[in-house]
T-cell receptor
């Protein structure tokens, strides 16, 4: 069975600064994907970034980048130049090939202070 | 691209009635859709996987006769909460995977439906 762990329930960051959200996962699959989703107060789940496990290069999407450490089963999200609109719940998720089901972490609430 | 809609966004109903929630992929085709339930301040709990043209696959502990799922086309899946009771009150979210896309393993989420059963 897959598990995803987000050990920090809450974090805060000053506007314009950088913050890193941690996530570890466990899977026996060789073919899997990793995702970060954000859920603002509207509760709409928004894809932030995705990483294919077979790719060694860390994914980057504008101000968002990941540090994917496959051997350590770690998948952290770095948000640079934090903006007020980044305030949300962030969920790390792992999806395996075949069933395509996602397993989510418990989420982490990010507060951005002006 | 990759927009998923849900209808209704809000529903209040009396105990014992049935409620249907629609999930549509607006600009792509989805062979697989997923239905989740989310309690306040908690993560998403997968209820079932909906496959176009076949029966849904339910997660352990989810009553299939209680939560009826129909995926009649490549752009529409419906979740019907039958004989709803107050304990069914929750936030229901659907997601869809795009057919044939290089990112076909990515799930795109609808905005959710808040159900309140009185």
């Amino acid at each position: 069975a897959q598990t995803v762990t987000q050990s920090q329930p809450e974090m805060s960051v000053q506007e314009a600064e950088t913050v890193t959200l941690s996530c570890t996962y466990d899977t026996s699959e060789s073919d899997y994907y990793l995702f970060w989703y954000k859920q603002p107060p509207s509760r709409q789940m928004i894809l932030v970034i995705r990483q294919e496990a077979y790719k060694q290069q860390n994914a980057t999407e504008n101000r968002f980048s990941v540090n994917f450490q496959k051997a350590a089963k770690s998948f952290s999200l770095k948000i640079s130049d934090s903006q007020l609109g980044d305030a949300a719940m962030y969920f790390c998720a792992c999806g395996r090939g075949g069933s395509e089901k996602l397993v989510f972490g418990k989420g982490m609430k990010l507060t951005v202070n002006p | 691209g990759a927009v998923v809609s849900q209808h209704p966004s809000w529903v209040i109903c009396k105990s014992g009635t049935s409620v249907k929630i629609e999930c549509r992929s607006l600009d792509f085709q989805a062979t697989t859709m997923f239905w989740y339930r989310q309690f306040p301040k908690q993560s998403l709990m997968l209820m079932a996987t909906s496959n176009e043209g076949s029966k849904a696959t339910y997660e352990q502990g989810v009553e299939k006769d209680k939560f009826l799922i129909n995926h009649a086309s490549l752009t529409l899946s419906t979740l019907t909460v039958t004989s709803a009771h107050p304990e069914d009150s929750s936030f229901y979210i659907c997601s869809a995977r795009e057919v044939g896309s290089v990112h076909s393993r990515t799930q795109y989420f609808g905005p959710g439906t808040r159900l309140l059963v009185l």
